[in-house]
Each structure stands twice: as C-alpha cells, then as structure tokens.
C-alpha cells in the first residue's frame, strides 16, 4: 500500500484551488495536475507500506490527534515552484496562519511514525498545496526565487480539526487518494 499523512480539504475549498488551477492552466504551455478531490495538505509521505505495519501506525496516530487542538491556515497570494523551470517539478501554493501548530502537528506525525517503525520521506517541511506537476511555462512568468507572476483568486482560509491516513492508489490509470482511517482533534476548551 503507498501510504501517506495529510490534512484533508473541504469541498469547498477543494474547488476554490480548482479555480486556481484554471488560472495556472491558462499561463502554461504544458503540464500535468491534480485532480480536485486529491487536493490535500501532506504532513509526511510514508511510501509503500505492509498493511499489517500500517495497522500498527493506527494507536500512535491516535496519540497525536488527542494532544492537539483546532488551528486556522490561510493560503499564500503568491504561487510559487520547486524544480528547474523547464519542466517545472511543482507548482505550489502556500500558507498562512497559525502555522506554529501545524509545524507542531507535522513533528508529532513523524515522531509517530517513527514510534511505529516506519520510514518516511525525509525532506525539510515546507507546508503548502501541489497544483500542477511537470509544467512548461513561457519565459516571463517564472520569477526570481521560486515565484510564478499568475494572479489567482485567493481560496477562502479553513480550520484544521483533524488529519487522516490516506492511501493513494491507481484506478482505471489514474491516481485516487482516500482516507483509510480519520484522527480528529478533541474540541478546543472540553
């Protein structure tokens, strides 16, 4: 199973960084992007991972979840790219925000990953949202310092109460991400 951690996005907001994606596509030349529904915040990338180790992450995940409390993040007005610029690798966006607690979140995630075993991507944590993958822009709209020069509607802020284990799988040729299992934060003053 290729297994990851993430903060999954509301419908709503789901759409909104469709509308980006509409404006991206209109900048590009080429490229591929994320459908809609697997838009989703990654807290760590766990790979392909053996069901019965993955069942094992369950309890500490759990652990985490019960220590933490709601935040609100907003997204960044400035898209911005990881990679060389032809192709571009990704397209980003950025957040905003209470970001000292998802920081805080991200770490107890690795730690319980960690506590159950299991290797994981190790990468500096730069919080944002892939849009696109394997863009070619024109000249001009690559900026300096990993900025891309597209205006883009700013997709509304949301509050985070939970994270989910999600699974990425291939159906019918492409890539689909579902929750296996859901960790919500207790509410904030019970």
Partial sequence: M???????????VRTALESV???????????????GSNLHLTLSFLGETKPELAQGLTPFLQEVANLEKPFSLRFAKQLRYFGVKKPVGVVWLG??????????????????VEKAGLSQEERPY???????????????VL?????IEILTPRP???????????ISELMEGKRVYRALERFTFPKAGL
Wanted: net charge positive; glycine share 6%; with cysteine.
């Fill in 2 to 12: 290729r297994l990851f951690i993430a903060i999954e996005l509301s419908a709503s």
């Fill in 21 to 35: 994606q509409q404006e991206i596509r209109r900048k590009m030349i080429k490229g591929r992007f994320s459908p």
């Fill in 95 to 112: 957040l905003h925000g209470e970001l000292k607690p998802l920081r805080q979140l991200q770490g107890l995630v690795v730690q319980a």
């Fill in 126 to 140: 730069i919080p944002h949202i892939t849009m696109a993958r394997n863009c070619v822009f024109s000249p001009e």
């Fill in 143 to 147: 900026l300096a310092q990993g900025e």
């Fill in 156 to 166: 509304p802020a949301f509050e985070v109460t939970g994270f989910s284990l999600m």
